[in-house]
């Protein structure tokens, strides 16, 4: 099975490229080599050209939600998200609505999503570092993720 671990975020923007850090401490393993990581700063239809031709994507990515604990993390499938019908660029648009339009372009897209989320809060300075709560979070969204990869 052809993997992927796709870390999104901001790496400049403090908590926000938490994603970037999950992957870096999983690359600090070893994995097997059936499984690509990647870091990127993208949204909306950019990310259809990172996931197109893989079995199964792990997206590592920030999240804030109403009264959520900075630090907590989640694991999410797609179901937890509902397809937007107002965007205002593609840019904008949202994961279900690019893997929707995806699909009907035929394009080869993965039989399996998860997504490990990491709560932060609001971010306003620029920093490479994250946050205490934030960077506590790390190992855990890493063994989240090692166990969604040793699922069959």
Request: proline share 7%; with cysteine.
């Amino acid at each position: 099975m052809k993997s992927l671990v796709l870390g999104i975020g901001n790496s400049i923007l403090s908590d926000d490229g938490v994603g970037f850090h999950v992957v870096e401490a999983l690359q600090a393993d070893p994995c097997p080599t059936d499984i690509t990581f990647e870091c990127v700063d993208a949204s909306g239809f950019a990310l259809l050209d990172y996931i197109v031709d893989y079995d199964r994507v792990v997206i590592v990515d920030a999240i804030m939600t109403v009264g959520g604990k900075p630090g907590t993390v989640y694991r999410l499938g797609l179901d937890n998200f509902r397809p937007s019908k107002h965007t205002i660029s593609p840019h904008d648009t949202d994961l279900p609505t690019a893997l929707h339009i995806g699909a009907t372009m035929k394009l080869k897209l993965p039989e399996k999503i998860d997504i490990v989320a990491i709560e932060i809060p609001p971010v306003y300075e620029f920093s490479q570092e994250l946050s205490a709560d934030v960077s506590g979070a790390v190992p855990q969204a890493a063994e989240m993720v090692r166990q969604i990869l040793a699922e069959p």
